[in-house]
């Protein structure tokens, strides 16, 4: 509890017994017992002193007790309950004179009256009066106008005479002896819940008349103008209250033995006050100062001066209410700046409370809301800033040390907090801009130290940096995708001091290759790479050479914004200069930092090939060949000087001197060189990129004689490569397919046939047709000719093969019946072609014949056209010509289609 009143004397025995007080402004009115109307002027003073003066004393006010009073200060009126009838007097003038009585309410046991403020369209303030009056059991309803009262409407009807009643909106909670009823002025009544064992029933109306708190025994229950309960509980209290009284934000409640003071929302007990016998309570209205809670007993009046609230809320920040405090707040009558920032200041030290009392996620929540400086609430963790940096920080209670159990639970609630203020930032975007991630205002106690962070990097970089530290306690699977973020912003310093001090060397490789320190990330692993017993290779089990490597080199192909790094030749040299020990010690992981793998290859693609070529070929030349298979079978690669130096590779791989070695080995040797062989001739025949004038010189004369004819193929050599089919392999087979391959209608290749044939039937001339010496010439030139070869090349290829350039080539010997199938196939098929040539000649000028016999039929149709359009347009000029112009146009035809024919 704490003082939020102060009982100050106004009135001490007093020699008249009071009945009845009210307040408005500075003056308080009593209602007297005799009959006798007091005003007093109440000034606030010091010491527990005001000064009080006697305004009116009016003896004549009435002759019974002044059992009700109340003041319409607008209207300048006074409204009173005395002898069961319903007075109003003038307060304009010193004596009080009575203005009018309301004798339609004789019989009156209570009244309420209900104010509302307007505002007209020309811009003047109104207030309106209503009037309830409780006679017998029914409710009588007037306004004030004219300095009167009138009827408002016609009665209500009511089960019980009324002990108490009070205006919500436009309903009137009546209290009976035995139940509280709810009584719209249209509508059906409702009845609400039992009064309970209390001797009077209590109905007071709540800031704005649009909820009411009604007595029940020990307990105040809240409801709004339909009769709904407000509050899920019911406010108690020590003893059953005599009179209550709602001054904002407290319900003050006159018990039998003292003044208890509660609030309801948060509920709780603020204050008690003892005072002599009091009975009466009354609150003040006003809109010149503040209201003031007045307190009665027969004799005596006290005001219950309010403490201000600047000086209730440190005594409710010692006893941490802050709930409390924050509600005090909402009533303070302060500038809305001022109370904003006492608002900010109630609750961070709650934040800070909860987060002392183990509530981390709600003080986070809160901090959260609080736009809290970072570095503030990051300061309450261990190790999460510097020593001497956290030292700066000043918090109203002792932080708890926390550790185990508890400092995860901590550190859970913060990285829920710094992700939420990372999305803010992300969302805010620019730097100082207004929005969700704009920093409200802090009070100066809780951001002295971090002053100097203001921009948006700087918070990210501070968010980044914890998180990494807070994932590195609870879960480093985090660690890495907070670094692979690509706006992540871990300080290097700080993040390569904790990644080291946990032994997290991958992840610390990786915060080095996002920040573009590859070199130092790259001399980290060569430097690990090289050590047995290094913690790196540990973690990391193809030791350092495939997925490490390779993802930390092909890195560097791609900057940090995703865009590709070709044109910055450093990277290119740090993968060389570094990927040497990979490729020497691991060759087939080494060769991954050039292929890639399946998250890598869209970068490393990018790589200059023609330089890690080169880099291959001094660095292990034994995975060049595997490079450019990937290259060129992979990536589709196109390039003239790759294909050639696959080719290069291939043949180097086949005429390479064979080592001497043991049996077993030398039969392994011979396997490798025919499958290379096998790749190189297939490559020969597939591969459309190569130059083959470049590699021709390469080739020996005494060995590859297939991937020769290949490459003479290429650059239309056929008479030397189907010679060396003929008389070097003596593979017909081969040269026919060498000939279906090459053959065309024009060109050297519709020659191919016969080239076959005049090399079938003549022998060698001596010299082999590439230019190399032959071998076995004599046996070549004595070997007799295969008729039956020559034969089946003219049968089957026929078509493809001249007649007369056949005959030419054939020799002597060879008998004519031999070739009568031939020479027969041949003149059959000329046949055909003269044949289908006077057809299509026959048809053409058939087509003619129709068209003319059409366009003569035509003209006699045209005729009689012409003839009808002379009627028509009664001029022989212009059917005529008409007449012409279709003419034109059927000739124009005629020739047209005699041209396509």
Not at 279 to 308: D, E, N
Not at 342 to 355: D, E, G, N, S, Y
Not at 883 to 888: F, G, H, K, S
Request: net charge neutral; aromatic share 6%.
């Amino acid at each position: 509890m704490h003082d939020a009143y102060e009982a100050i004397p106004i009135l001490e025995k007093l020699p008249l017994q009071i009945e009845s007080i009210t307040a408005y402004d500075e003056n308080l009115v009593v209602g007297t017992k005799q009959g006798h109307l007091l005003m007093y002027s109440v000034t606030p003073g010091t010491l527990r002193r005001w000064d009080v003066a006697l305004l009116c004393s009016n003896k004549n006010f009435s002759r019974k007790p002044i059992v009700q009073v109340a003041v319409v200060p607008e209207h300048q009126i006074i409204v009173s309950l005395s002898d069961n009838v319903i007075s109003v007097h003038d307060l304009t003038v010193f004596n009080l004179p009575l203005l009018s009585t309301v004798t339609q309410t004789k019989g009156a046991t209570a009244f309420d009256l209900d104010l509302k403020h307007h505002v007209t369209l020309t811009g003047d303030a109104v207030v309106t009066v209503r009037l309830v009056v409780a006679v017998k059991r029914k409710l009588q309803l007037y306004y004030w106008k004219s300095r009167q009262f009138h009827p408002l409407r016609d009665d209500l009807a009511l089960p019980d005479v009324p002990r108490a009643l009070s205006w919500c909106l436009e309903a009137i909670a009546v209290a009976f002896k035995h139940d509280y009823w709810l009584v719209p002025l249209t509508g059906e009544q409702k009845e609400l819940f039992a009064t309970g064992r209390s001797q009077e029933p209590l109905i007071t109306q709540l800031e704005g008349g649009e909820q009411l708190a009604l007595a029940h025994d020990k307990e105040t229950i809240f409801v709004d103008a339909k009769g709904n309960a407000t509050c899920s509980n019911s406010l108690k209290w020590e003893e059953q209250p005599l009179a209550l009284a709602y001054h904002k934000p407290y319900l003050v409640a006159i018990l039998p033995k003292n003044i208890e003071i509660k609030i309801a929302e948060p509920q709780a007990t603020v204050q008690l006050v003892t005072l002599d016998k009091p009975r009466l309570i009354a609150v003040g209205s006003s809109a010149k100062a503040v209201s003031q809670v007045y307190v009665a007993s027969t004799s005596h009046v006290w005001c219950l001066h309010a403490i201000p609230v600047n000086q209730q809320i440190p005594q409710l920040l010692g006893d941490k209410q802050f709930e409390l405090a924050l509600r005090l707040v909402e009533v303070w009558e302060e500038a809305q700046d001022a109370k904003g920032q006492m608002q900010r200041h109630i609750q961070h030290r709650q934040a800070i409370h909860l987060f002392c009392n183990k509530e981390y996620s709600q003080a986070m929540d809160l901090f959260l809301t609080l736009n809290t400086d970072l570095p503030f609430v990051i300061g309450m963790y261990p190790d999460m800033v510097p020593e001497e940096y956290r030292s700066r920080l000043q918090y109203p209670y002792p932080v708890p040390v926390l550790s185990g159990a508890e400092l995860e639970k901590a550190l859970q609630a913060l990285v829920h907090f710094l992700l939420e203020v990372r999305h803010k930032l992300s969302s805010n975007g620019s730097e100082g801009g207004g929005g969700a991630g704009a920093r409200l205002e802090a009070d100066s106690k809780y951001s002295t130290a971090v002053s100097g962070v203001k921009s948006r990097n700087e918070k990210l970089q501070i968010i980044d940096t914890t998180l990494l530290k807070c994932y590195l306690q609870t879960n480093d699977s985090l660690v890495q995708p907070l670094l692979r973020m690509p706006d992540s912003h871990v300080s290097v310093m700080e993040g390569e001091r904790v990644l080291r001090h946990s032994h997290k060397y991958p992840e610390l490789v990786l915060l080095l290759k996002t920040r573009g320190q590859h070199q130092r990330a790259l001399q980290l692993l060569l430097r690990h790479a090289k050590r047995s017993e290094s913690p790196l290779l540990a973690t990391t089990t193809l030791c350092l050479t495939s997925s490490t490597w390779v993802s930390l080199c092909s890195f560097l192909c791609v900057g940090e914004c995703g865009e590709r790094n070709l044109e910055c030749p450093q990277h290119v040299d740090l993968i060389f200069e570094y990927g040497g020990w990979v490729l020497k010690s691991h060759p087939e992981d080494g060769l991954k930092i050039f292929t890639g793998d399946k998250t890598t290859s869209g970068e490393v693609e990018q790589l200059p090939r023609p330089r890690v070529l080169n880099f291959l070929k001094k660095t292990e030349k034994s995975l060049v060949v595997s490079y450019l298979e990937h290259v060129v079978e992979e990536w589709r690669d196109g390039t003239p000087l790759l294909h050639n130096e696959l080719i290069h590779q291939y043949r180097e791989g086949v005429t390479a001197p064979v080592p001497t070695c043991d049996p077993t080995t030398m039969e392994e040797e011979k396997n490798k060189r025919k499958k290379i062989r096998e790749k190189l001739l297939n490559f020969l025949n597939q591969s459309e990129h190569y130059t083959a004038a470049t590699l021709l010189v390469h080739f020996p004369y005494d060995s590859l004689h297939e991937e020769r004819a290949v490459l003479l193929g290429c650059l239309g050599q056929h008479h030397q490569a189907l010679a060396i089919y003929i008389h070097t392999l003596s593979d017909t087979d081969a040269a026919l397919n060498y000939c279906r391959k090459h053959y065309s209608t024009a060109g050297s290749g519709s020659e191919v046939y016969l080239m076959l044939l005049k090399l079938l039937v003549s022998p060698c001339d001596g010299r082999s047709p590439a230019g190399s010496p032959m071998k076995h010439q004599q046996q070549q030139k004595t070997k007799p000719l295969d008729v039956k070869t020559v034969l089946d090349l003219l049968q089957n290829y026929l078509q493809c093969i001249d007649l007369g350039q056949a005959l030419k080539v054939l020799p002597d010997d060879v008998r004519l019946h031999l070739l009568k199938p031939f020479i027969q196939a041949s003149l059959n098929a000329a046949t055909t072609a003269c044949r289908q040539q006077q057809v299509t000649r026959g048809l053409t000028q058939s087509l003619k014949l129709q068209l003319f016999v059409a366009a003569l039929a035509s003209g006699l149709l045209i005729q009689l056209f012409v003839a009808a359009l002379a009627v028509v347009f009664d001029s022989v000029f212009v059917a005529a010509l008409v007449v012409v112009l279709i003419q034109l146009f059927v000739a124009a035809l005629v020739v047209g289609l005699d041209s396509v024919l």
